[in-house]
């Protein structure tokens, strides 16, 4: 590969693009290989790496910080067999662990995101960093309850930086002080007895259901506890 740089610069080259097309290259080596690429021949390093093992974005990271000057991204990594590097990730990466802010409306990603999946026909996993919908969403009492209390407990940025929304999940993981933050959004102050009885049933019908539960039927158990339905 570095004979192959020196050639083409020789002849006018002024950027060396590294792929991985396979996928098969860890951080550390691809560190190694663009630091030594760079250290022997003076260009300008273009990173295209894929997803096959995971580690794309991982691995354009590392050909960053040992010297790359560009890197190759598609929206939600879109591309050949597992994708490619994923813009969103790279970008918030960057950002948040790399500290250089690159200028991108980031608060646009998720749109973007459902615009490109849309388009070409996929579906964002709830579960996808940085846009997916679960990436902000809590159930666990611990983590419910830590993330109101400072979000920063649970979530590395937050969900408005990417066009999110937080969401407290209610089932059978979820502890008293998300049923009263969850109550509060629909404009009921329940006291703490309230909380710990209403608690009791949405986990026994969280785990009836083998789900967590949605904003009516939380509603509907609230109205059967009011009534006395409910003991």
């Not at 019908?205 to 009516?216: H, M, N, P, S």
């Amino acid at each position: 590969m570095e004979e192959f740089a020196l050639v083409a610069k020789e002849h006018g080259a002024d950027r060396l693009r590294f792929c991985d097309t396979l996928g098969i290259l860890d951080p550390f080596r691809t560190y190694q290989i663009v630091r030594y690429l760079k250290e022997q021949v003076d260009l300008d390093i273009e990173m295209h790496t894929h997803n096959d093992f995971g580690m794309a974005t991982a691995n354009a990271l590392a050909g960053a910080k040992a010297g790359a000057s560009y890197i190759n991204t598609t929206v939600v990594g879109l591309g050949e067999r597992a994708g490619n590097a994923a813009l969103e990730e790279v970008v918030m990466a960057m950002k948040h662990i790399g500290r250089l802010d690159l200028g991108i409306k980031t608060e646009k990603l998720r749109q973007l995101s459902e615009y490109v999946a849309q388009a070409s026909g996929r579906t964002i996993p709830v579960w996808k960093a940085i846009v997916g919908v679960n990436v902000f969403a809590h159930e666990s009492g611990i983590h419910a309850d830590g993330v109101l209390k400072n979000p920063l407990n649970y979530e590395a940025f937050s969900p408005e930086e990417v066009g999110l929304q937080r969401q407290l999940v209610i089932g059978k993981h979820s502890g008293k002080a998300s049923i009263l933050a969850k109550f509060r959004e629909y404009g009921i102050e329940l006291s703490e007895e309230e909380a710990e009885a209403i608690l009791r049933h949405v986990r026994a019908t969280a785990v009836q259901l083998k789900r967590a539960l949605f904003d009516k039927e939380l509603v509907y158990i609230y109205e059967n506890f009011k009534e006395g339905k409910l003991e």
